[in-house]
């Protein structure tokens, strides 16, 4: 009964308008009526300390130092680096997407905000070579959906504080399945464009390939200082976020010079902004935890899927078809902070790897990124590439077969994420 209280509460909230943060803070409160056990200073108690988390302080430096790469000139060189390597072949403006995408990933960890720097930059020179406008929109959508997966991620941070998971081995076992992603829609794209012409950028001789390898050098090597940092226990990822936006800040002032003083009030406006709404749902979503755990809402859930536990691709099966149904209609952050308290007991009760449930976890909610009505990163490619709806869900839905293959694949053939990680940790 508890568990159809918080649901019902949770879903009527949010029915009626109210913002996510709010309404976990609704159906917290209507468990608590619920179990006669209502206290004003319980809500407060768990509201601070849902934000007063160290680890949780990257995710408000990894936000500033994507907005300091962004008008820093980064993103810029990267695609310029992109379009020397593959802008020559058919179908190169979508390649370049591609490996714009996981270049992005390692530098913002955040999807909406690659797609509007990918989408803004590369959409209209794609439309203009004669490529499908929805296409092009749903590729970008599709590739900014990596950046989540590929370190440094903000859901993993946010996973990791919720689920009390290594944040380092959930970097680590990102790297893999986000490069399979981007194989995927290499794949995908190649067998979309085979019959298409189109125009092509001249090929670039070795002398501008080399040129524009040194001019992207910079942002190239901040992931790799990141992960090696992380990996050799010299910063943790609270430590790498600042790293980030010092970096940042440095190549922007003193390397290509294109960020200016009067650029940081900006920056730190627009990151105070999107950092705000993330820990307000953090804080709001700790009193929800509190109360799922004396609710004892997971062994409720663990009653309905006990007998599911002694198969463990079975159970994850129905887990990931739960959390994509869930996707549809709920953002990214919200669903983590929502779904891992009362999951992470059900899949430590049945013996799964909580680092490879993450991974699956995560990858399988930013799948519900690309999902109507809420799918916050189709709906950015949709203002950034100027279409409607179901234009861009023509153009999008082939690249959403292939990340949800993606994501079969990595419940069946669990060895895709634990032996990279694996390898990756050894001391």
């Known amino acids: 009964m508890t568990l159809t209280v918080f649901v019902g509460a949770l879903l009527g909230a949010m029915a009626l308008g109210m913002p996510i943060a709010f309404a976990l803070l609704v159906s917290g409160v209507a468990l608590m009526f619920f179990l006669d056990a209502f206290d004003s200073q319980i809500i407060a108690q768990n509201l601070i300390n849902g934000a007063n988390s160290f680890p949780l302080l990257a995710i408000p430096f990894f936000i500033l130092a ?10 810029k060189r990267i695609v310029n680096f992109a379009m020397a390597l593959v802008g020559h072949i058919r179908g190169g403006l979508g390649y370049v997407a591609i490996i714009g995408s996981v270049l992005f990933a390692g530098l913002s960890g955040s999807a909406v905000a690659d797609t509007a720097a990918l989408g803004a930059i ?11 406008r929805n296409r092009s929109s749903g590729l970008i959508a599709a590739s900014g959906i990596i950046a989540p997966i590929i370190p440094p991620s903000i859901p993993m941070i946010i996973f990791g504080v919720t689920a009390n998971v290594s944040i380092t081995k959930l970097f680590l ?6 490069l399979l992603m981007a194989a995927g829609l290499a794949i995908t794209w190649a067998w979309l464009v085979r019959h298409g012409h189109y ?3 001249p090929r670039k001789s070795f002398k501008e390939m080399i040129k524009a390898t040194v001019d992207a050098i910079w942002a190239l090597i901040l992931p790799v200082i990141i992960v090696v940092g992380m990996r050799g226990g010299v910063f943790t990822s609270t430590e790498a976020a600042v790293v980030a936006v010092f970096y940042a800040l440095f190549v922007g002032f003193f390397v290509y010079r294109e960020l200016k003083v009067s650029h940081i009030y900006e920056v730190l406006v627009s990151a105070a902004k999107t950092t705000s709404v993330v820990m307000f749902l953090a804080a709001a979503a700790m009193v929800s935890a509190w109360l799922i755990t004396i609710a004892n809402i997971p062994g409720e859930l663990t009653q309905i899927l006990g007998p599911l536990v002694d198969n463990k691709t079975l159970l994850l099966l129905m887990i990931m078809a739960l959390v994509l149904v869930v996707g549809t209609a709920v953002d990214l952050t919200p669903t983590i902070l929502i779904l891992t308290p009362v999951l992470m007991p059900i899949v430590q009760k049945a013996g799964i790897d909580p680092v490879y449930f993450g991974i699956l976890f ?10 109507p009505p809420v799918g916050t990163v189709l709906n950015v490619a949709c203002g ?15 690249f959403l077969i292939v990340h949800i293959v993606i994501l079969l694949l990595l419940v069946l053939f669990p060895e895709i994420v634990t032996v990279p990680i694996e390898f990756l940790d050894k001391k």
């Open 66 to 75: 994507g907005e300091l790469m962004n008008l820093g000139g980064i993103s």
């Open 122 to 132: 590369l959409i209209p020179m794609m439309v203009k070579a004669g490529y499908d």
């Open 173 to 178: 076992g990102g790297i893999v399945p986000g």
């Open 199 to 201: 125009d092509v950028s």
């Open 362 to 371: 995560i990858l399988n909610n930013c799948i519900g990124l690309l999902t």
């Open 384 to 398: 950034v590439g100027k279409v409607d709806m179901v234009g861009i869900m023509r153009g999008v839905w082939p």
